[in-house]
């Protein structure tokens, strides 16, 4: 399904408004403070009704109706080294199974399973079938015990103001869990003899957009060519130690259709017009250490390098 993406590619060129990106940031900031304030005023709301147990006044608050994910399993802890099933579906507002998704080009479609350990020692990244039903089943392999969790990235195919969310779930792997370390930034990553190179220590502040500049090698130093993979050149997810928020953008081939991604309303879409060069657009909502995992196909062979940045 991908093999289409390359043709595409070629056909416009892509302009950069970095300007453009930071209004967008900026209005990005105005979001969060509304946000922010929407918050309090729950709070507010929600303090007088607590009443302390005095004869105050009472607020009941029926559940909210929400998109939320249903009959998720594996429920108990899995084996590691394993072929375990993974399956749910995603429950609308109203109840049902969601069985509407985005389709076509670009990486921007179906769902997305993302699931990582907690330590972000692992990844795995895959995009599963959909049932007719809705429900998604997906076989992954855990290849060391602990904790994980599951991001479930949704494209429902809808006409209103939501174009992509995220749902959540955890799976434990049975057994010793030996969580590492992260290991601080190396800018050279060599994957399967793959070459991974960024090329600066980056300058991150949260919630501004930036661009990070990696050179790509094969084993035997030429510049690597990517292969459109799910629907973009390269896939950049992006982790938060501790508190595992999540962020994930592209590297679109140029003109490529439907690869742009869109956090908050801003467009982050990296680009790579060369071979061996990857440009990866990041917008990370808070400050912190993440963990970018950098994933492309070269010559038939997904690789995954994995950065450390700290973001002020
Ligand atoms: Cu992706």
Request: net charge positive.
């Amino acid at each position: 399904m991908d093999a289409g993406d390359g043709g595409a590619a070629v056909r416009a060129r892509r302009v950069h408004r970095r300007s453009r990106l930071v209004e967008r940031a900026r209005a990005d900031r105005r979001r969060y403070q509304h946000l922010l304030e929407a918050i309090a005023l729950v709070a507010l709301v929600a303090g007088c009704g607590g009443g302390g147990g005095s004869a105050g006044p009472t607020i009941t608050v029926a559940p909210a109706l929400t998109y939320h994910l249903g009959g998720f399993t594996p429920s108990k802890p899995v084996a590691a080294g394993k072929p375990t099933r993974v399956s749910f579906t995603i429950v609308q507002p109203d109840g049902k199974p969601l069985t509407q998704f985005k389709r076509g080009p670009g990486p921007h479609t179906g769902v997305h399973l993302i699931i990582v350990r907690r330590d972000l020692a692992v990844i795995i990244h895959h995009h599963p079938p959909i049932g007719a039903d809705g429900r998604i089943s997906d076989t992954v392999t855990f290849p060391e015990p602990g904790p994980y969790k599951v991001v479930v990235d949704v494209y429902p195919k809808t006409t209103g103001p939501i174009t992509n969310f995220q749902e959540f779930s955890s799976i434990r792997v049975a057994g010793a869990y030996q969580p590492h370390a992260l290991p601080p930034l190396k800018t050279t990553q060599i994957v399967d003899g793959y070459r991974f190179t960024l090329k600066a220590i980056p300058h991150l502040r949260a919630i501004d957009p930036a661009f990070l500049d990696f050179t790509v090698t094969t084993p035997s130093g030429a510049p690597a060519t990517f292969t459109p993979w799910y629907g973009a050149l390269a896939h950049a997810i992006f982790f938060r130690k501790g508190s595992l928020a999540y962020f994930h953008t592209h590297v679109c081939a140029p003109g490529a259709v439907g690869c742009t991604s869109i956090f908050a309303g801003a467009s982050v879409t990296g680009t790579s017009a060369t071979p061996g060069r990857l440009k990866v657009g990041v917008l990370v909502p808070v400050s912190g250490t993440w963990r970018l995992f950098l994933q492309c196909k070269l010559d038939g062979h997904i690789l995954t390098a994995p950065f450390t940045l700290q973001v002020r």
